[in-house]
């Protein structure tokens, strides 16, 4: 059986983009399972090849949206008939287009939201998202086998789904188990680090800020070290430079590969206060690290952490809550018990999101 993932990505390494990663880790799992083949169809213009351990195949866009490239509907006329397709994102013209042929073919495909139906998405831009949806993404959801989710509350949370409730399947996100090891830094300061994009009300960083204001009313000061992009740096820093001098918080560009594991293993704990997720993959990176978490419920991964006693869940997505959740890591640093979570933190990685496990799981339950 082939499996073709197909994205508008073109795989760079160095992008925050989770759904990169989940294409790139996902891809060579699939790969180690007989009778397996496994590549990626890349409808982009940006032809910077990554190193990868599987086949992957660039198309040109044209500047008309919904238009393919010659190359592409080649490659499309001659498909076997064992193929199945994944498309990954949604709201993507080239992608309607793609399932019209592929329907005339009756050459099945799944389709992989992340998050992009979620009623918080789809509030931007919901007029014209509207009408595309009537319109387009209908008839790829309609004529879909699948629709592969992370989670239940992913499900709750996208009232267009309630459509197709019978094609949903929900399978979390992988991770590979990081073995990577450094000398561990200890300092008397509380260290927190976030990894990801720099989205302000997506990923709750005012929230994340304001809590800050709230510690040092009671002369608690620990320091938080974020590392990414995205379209509000600029508004970020302006609030920063808004708040306390004592108030230690950095931002810093993006850090990939043995630097981003060095930052978050000289870390005490990982924070992700997001508004709405699918399954961030920095989250499932530092557990795989051993790092304890501090999450919000709207990461989907409350569940695990609970079950695995690994971090703190914001119990109300508001500063004071994570200014209390952040008051208890700090104690119970003192303590000596965050060692304890953060293994509890990789155990939840093996157990739970081992992309081996996780690759099986899609082939008997999505593929085949």
């Keep these: 059986m082939k499996i073709i993932h197909v994205t508008k990505s073109s795989l760079d390494k160095n992008s925050l983009n989770g759904v990169n990663k989940i294409i790139s880790q996902l891809c060579p799992s699939l790969n180690k399972i007989d009778n397996i083949s496994s590549e990626v169809w890349a409808l982009t213009n940006k032809k910077k090849k990554s190193l990868t351990s599987f086949d992957m195949i660039f198309f040109s866009k044209k500047k008309f949206p919904f238009h393919l490239s010659k190359q592409l509907v080649s490659k499309l006329n001659i498909l076997k008939d064992d193929t199945i397709f994944h498309f ?8 309607y287009t793609i399932s019209k042929i592929l329907d005339k073919k009756k050459i099945q495909w799944i389709i992989s ?14 007029f014209l998202k509207s009408i595309y949806f009537s319109f387009f993404e209908n008839f790829l959801l309609k004529k879909s086998k699948y629709i592969l989710i992370n989670n239940l509350n992913e499900k709750k949370k996208s009232i267009k789904l309630n459509f197709y409730k019978e094609k949903i399947k929900i399978i979390p996100n992988g991770i590979p188990i990081n073995k990577v090891r450094y000398n561990k830094r200890t300092s008397d300061v509380f260290n927190i680090i976030y990894i990801g994009r720099l989205s302000i009300m997506h990923k709750g960083l005012d929230l994340l800020l304001n809590s800050f204001k709230i510690l040092s009313k009671l002369n608690i000061y620990p320091k938080l070290s974020i590392y990414g992009d995205g379209k509000d740096r600029k508004k970020l820093l302006k609030m920063l430079n808004r708040l306390d001098s004592k108030i230690k918080i950095n931002i810093s560009r993006p850090v990939i590969g043995h630097q981003k594991y060095k930052k978050i293993l000289y870390s005490d704990i990982f924070i992700h206060s997001s508004r709405w997720e699918g399954m961030p993959m920095a989250v499932l990176e530092a557990a795989s690290l051993s790092k304890p978490l501090i999450i919000s419920k709207e990461t989907n991964l409350s569940n695990y952490v609970k079950k695995y006693k690994c971090g703190y869940i914001i119990k109300k997505l508001n500063s004071y809550s994570i200014a209390k959740a952040i008051q208890q890591a700090i104690k119970d640093k003192k303590k000596g018990r965050l060692n304890v979570l953060g293994q509890n933190s990789k155990k939840m990685a093996i157990v739970e999101f081992n992309w081996n496990k996780i690759s099986k799981e899609m082939v008997n339950q999505l593929y085949n």
Excluded: L, R
């Design 88 to 95: 990954h994102s949604v709201f993507i013209p080239e992608f």
């Design 113 to 126: 939201p992340h998050g992009g139906y979620s009623n918080d998405s789809f509030k931007k831009n919901y």
